[in-house]
T-cell receptor
């Protein structure tokens, strides 16, 4: 099956630092989604993007839908310890299908 | 509270013993789907359903069955489980065609010995 290229795979950062991660694909999507998954729990939706070029914020999180519709990034500003977890992106194809493709995740660890 | 509920959350079984993982959502969502999550592979779609009595295969449907007799329920059936189906399974739902936002259950960790 298809997967999205998500990077970095993992990162350690100091509390207060900004974080950036991205996803790229060879396919065009009409929706990009960003999720956070804590251990033992299901993924929780952070941000949904529906238009090329769209930039959307949710508190300290900002995500953008790439102009080419093949990529997206997520930024976390001023990280805090509770930001620890796995973040992953998901893309939904255009017209006619209801399939979602997921990135393999970025494991974030925040050092206090 | 709006939610997607899966049962069981944890299960250890043996090869060949049929099992069903239930999924129920209380949001009146049309679309539901099942995923498995394996280390290094991310979430892969098993089956999805666009509405009652409408189901289709995802990327990894082999060894699984689903049914959608009611809007709120979408059970995942493993007729003859094998060890390679040991995984973390997630059910998800979505309101309709014009929204892409998937809401996930808490997951069901299945071990097949």
């Amino acid at each position: 099956g298809q997967q999205l290229n998500q990077s970095p795979q993992s990162m350690f950062i100091q509390e207060g630092e900004d974080v950036s991660m991205n996803c790229t694909s060879s396919s065009i999507f009409n929706t990009w989604l960003w999720y956070k998954q804590d251990p033992g729990e299901g993924p929780v939706l952070l941000i949904a993007l529906y238009k090329a070029g769209e930039l959307t914020s949710n508190g300290r999180l900002t995500a953008q839908f790439g102009i080419t519709r093949k990529d997206s990034f997520l930024n976390i500003s001023a990280s805090i310890p509770s930001d620890v977890g796995i973040y992953f992106c998901a893309g939904k194809f255009t017209s006619g299908t209801y399939k979602y493709i997921f990135g393999t995740g970025t494991r974030l660890k925040v050092l206090a | 509270e709006a939610q997607v509920t899966q049962n069981p959350r944890y299960l250890i079984t043996v090869t060949g013993k049929k099992l069903t993982v239930t999924c129920s959502q209380n949001m009146n969502h049309e679309y539901m789907s099942w995923y498995r999550q394996d280390p290094g592979l991310g979430l892969r779609q098993i089956y999805y359903s666009m509405n009652v009595e409408v189901t289709d295969k995802g990327d990894v449907p082999e060894g699984y069955k689903v049914s959608r007799k009611e809007k709120r329920n979408f059970p995942l059936i493993l007729e003859s489980p094998s060890p390679n189906q040991t995984s973390l399974y997630f059910c998800a739902s979505r309101k309709g065609q014009n929204t892409g936002e998937l809401f996930f259950g808490e997951g069901s960790r299945l071990t097949v010995l």
